[in-house]
Every structure is written in structure tokens, then in C-alpha cells.
């Protein structure tokens, strides 16, 4: 049991990547007060570990009854990250809270990225449901199942830990560092975003 735990724990992180998606995370947070990113890191893994629960468990009859393939769920996953990936390069999403300040004369609302882009398709993304659906078909019984759901809710935990301390870390290196930084993951992420369409085609297609 110790040995698919550890197998499973280090599958999700690495496809789940916590240390990857917390820089990002503050990137998109940026202008939001410590509670309001600490609320909103909290909701994301909440809501990514439900969606991810529901596939480990679900995820092949559900997708079978809809006859959608994964490798859908790859092309659109990657389509959406590249628009986030794009605001983050151009400075699209900056501008656009400019313009909401403008039009509020309170406090800036705040953009709430929590379901959209961090839970899915960052956190809860075609490559973790992949993995955690191919876990949980490789599992021989409820034991070996709830050890790998043991493993989803540990590294889920960790990027909780991991989003919440980003914000922080980033302010500290302060704003030309961190725009650096933004604009530097945001092409990361656009070549993500086109390895998953990439892949999904390939998979789509047999290539």
C-alpha cells in the first residue's frame, strides 16, 4: 500500500505541479488583499479536488455516456490556458481591472480566478484527470482506490500551501521583478497550452 501511495503521490504532483502553478497563481492575484488570495487558493483546490474525485471515480462511465474522448478534453483544456497565457504575456488582465477601477469608485472589485483558470484547467486539468483516472483503474479493490485518493488529497493539500505562499514570496521581490516573472510563466504557459493541443491531436488522430 506504502508503494502505491508513493507512486500515486508523485504522479499527481508532478502532473499537478504545485510549485509550477503557485507563481502563477500570484501572477493572477495580483491587487487582491491576503484574505481575498488566501480565500481564493483555498475555493481553487477545493473545487479542483472535487472535479478530480468525481473523474477518479466517475470518469471513464461518464465520458463513455457522452462519448467524449480525453484527448477533447486536452484541445480545450489547452485553448483556454493559451488565453490566460496571452493575458498574462500582453498585460490584458491589468488593463481590464484599470478599467473596472475607473468605473467603481469603492474598492477594485477583484477578478475571482478560483474556478477559472485555477481549478480547472490548471489544477484539475486534462493530464490530472488523465492521471488520476488511470490510477484509479489500476487500483485492485476499495483499499488500493481510497490509497489513491489519499495520495490526490495529500498533494492537494500542498498546493494549497503552495498558492498561499506564493503571493507573499512575489511581493517581496517586488513589481518589475514580479511583471519579469508574469510575463516569463505566461509564454511557459502558452507552450503548455499548445503541448495540450499538441497531444490532443496526436491522440485525436492517431499521429
Request: aromatic residues 6%.
Amino acid at each position: 500500500m506504502l508503494e502505491l501511495f508513493i507512486s500515486a503521490f508523485i504522479t499527481l504532483f508532478v502532473v499537478i505541479d504545485p510549485p509550477g502553478c503557485a507563481p502563477i497563481y500570484a501572477g493572477l492575484t495580483k491587487g487582491a488583499t491576503p484574505a481575498q488570495s488566501r480565500s481564493m487558493a483555498l475555493r481553487a483546490c477545493m473545487i479542483a479536488s472535487i472535479i478530480l474525485v468525481i473523474f477518479a471515480l466517475f470518469g471513464q462511465d461518464l465520458l463513455a455516456a457522452l462519448h467524449i474522448e480525453l484527448d477533447s478534453f486536452r484541445i480545450a483544456g489547452g485553448l483556454m490556458l493559451f488565453f490566460i497565457a496571452f493575458d498574462m504575456v500582453f498585460e490584458k488582465r491589468t488593463q481590464r481591472r484599470e478599467e473596472r477601477a475607473e468605473k467603481v469608485a469603492a474598492t477594485p472589485e477583484i477578478e475571482d480566478v478560483s474556478v477559472f483558470p485555477m481549478a480547472m484547467p490548471m489544477l484539475a486539468g486534462p493530464g490530472a484527470i488523465a492521471a488520476v483516472m488511470l490510477l484509479t483503474n489500476e487500483a485492485e479493490g476499495t483499499d488500493q482506490t481510497l490509497v489513491v485518493l489519499g495520495a490526490l488529497a495529500a498533494v492537494m493539500v500542498l498546493t494549497a500551501v503552495a498558492l498561499i505562499a506564493a503571493g507573499p514570496l512575489i511581493r517581496l521581490l517586488g513589481d518589475k521583478v514580479e511583471a519579469v516573472i508574469t510575463r516569463l510563466l505566461g509564454v511557459l504557459l502558452s507552450a503548455l497550452a499548445a503541448q495540450y493541443v499538441i497531444d490532443g491531436l496526436k491522440g485525436s488522430f492517431g499521429l
